[in-house]
C-alpha cells in the first residue's frame, strides 16, 4: 500500500549553505510505539568537483535510492520514512521501523548501482518519536 501522507518543507540559509528539511506529515496521534526503532542513514557527498556539493549525477542517485528504499519497505510495511535533511555535505534519510534486522535485509537485496551507495546507518531506539516531535514542532506540524 502507499503512503499518501504529505510533506513539508522547511529550509534554512545558514554559513555553510542552504539546508532543507522535508517531514512526513503524520496524523495526530500517530502511535511511533509501532515503529519504535530510528534508523539514520547518511549519505556524504562525494565531491568530486571541489565545491562541497552534490553533483547532479548524485542527486540524481540519492533520489534513486529514496524511491528503491522506499518502495520496498512500503511493499513490506516495517518501516516509515520520516525525515529527509539535505545538509550542504550530506543528505540524511530517518526511518521508524518495527524491525531493524528487516530493514536491513531490505538494504542488502536492493540492486546496486555501479558504484555502492555511500551511506551510514546510525541506530537509536525512539518509540516516543521524540527525535521526529523535535522537527515538527520547530515548524508547526503538530
Known amino acids: 500500500m502507499e503512503d499518501t501522507r504529505a510533506w513539508t518543507l522547511a529550509e534554512q540559509a545558514t554559513d555553510d549553505g542552504l539546508s532543507l ?12 510505539r509501532g515503529y ?7 549519505w556524504a557527498y562525494q565531491d568530486d568537483h571541489g565545491t562541497g556539493t552534490a553533483s547532479a549525477e548524485e ?15 512500503q511493499a513490506a510495511g516495517h518501516s516509515v520514512l520520516a525525515i529527509v535533511f ?3 555535505d550530506h543528505r540524511e534519510y530517518v526511518f521508524h ?5 528487516a530493514f536491513i535485509g531490505v ?5 546496486q548501482e555501479a558504484t555502492p551507495y ?9 518509540p516516543k518519536g521524540e527525535f521526529y516531535r ?8 503538530h
Request: overall charge negative.
Open 21 to 32: 528539511t522535508r517531514i512526513k506529515q503524520f496524523e495526530r496521534g500517530f502511535d511511533f
Open 36 to 42: 519504535p526503532e530510528r534508523l539514520n542513514l547518511i
Open 59 to 73: 542527486m540524481a542517485a540519492m533520489e534513486r535510492f529514496e524511491d528503491r528504499v522506499c518502495e520496498r519497505i
Open 86 to 88: 539535505t545538509e550542504p
Open 97 to 101: 521501523t518495527r524491525d531493524v534486522n
Open 107 to 111: 538494504l542488502n537485496a536492493m540492486p
Open 118 to 126: 555511500p551511506i551510514e546507518i546510525d541506530h537509536e531506539s525512539d
Open 134 to 141: 523535535s522537527f515538527a514542532d520547530a515548524i508547526g506540524l
